[in-house]
Nanobody, 121 residues
Framework: QVQLVESGGGLVQAGGSLRLSCAASGRASSAYGMAWFRQAPGKEREFVAR????????AHADSVKGRFSISRDNAKKMVYLQMNSLKPEDTAVYYC??????????????WGQGTQVTVSS
């Protein structure tokens, strides 16, 4: 069954903004925490931001602090990534992920299919 579906990616000019959305269903909707990761061509996947469903505790990678913000809507089981002041180096496929363990590790259990974000210079 479909558990995580990302949307909102696209092409934007440097300095612009995008908001990514992730719809959680099935087991993913009862996870402990959610996160966004990204993977650029030829690079390893990297952590972007995470949030817990319960209290909404967040953490952001240093590379996006002050520009990106993760949030969630518990009632709708949605997680968002607001991306401002985008840079060409933010170009990547962005993945939504869910985890069931209450840890700060980067081991996530369920992954979405990803959405492409391309930032032109």
């Amino acid at each position: 069954q479909v558990q995580l579906v990302e949307s909102g990616g696209g092409l934007v000019q440097a300095g612009g903004s995008l908001r990514l959305s992730c719809a959680a269903s099935g087991r993913a909707s009862s996870a402990y925490g959610m996160a966004w990761f990204r993977q650029a061509p030829g690079k390893e996947r990297e952590f972007v931001a995470r949030i817990t469903w319960s209290v909404g505790a967040t953490a952001h990678a240093d590379s996006v602090k002050g520009r990106f913000s993760i949030s969630r809507d518990n009632a709708k089981k949605m997680v968002y990534l607001q991306m401002n002041s985008l840079k060409p180096e933010d170009t990547a496929v962005y993945y939504c992920a869910a985890k069931f363990s209450a840890t700060t590790s980067y081991d996530y259990d369920i992954w979405g299919q990803g959405t492409q974000v391309t930032v032109s210079s």
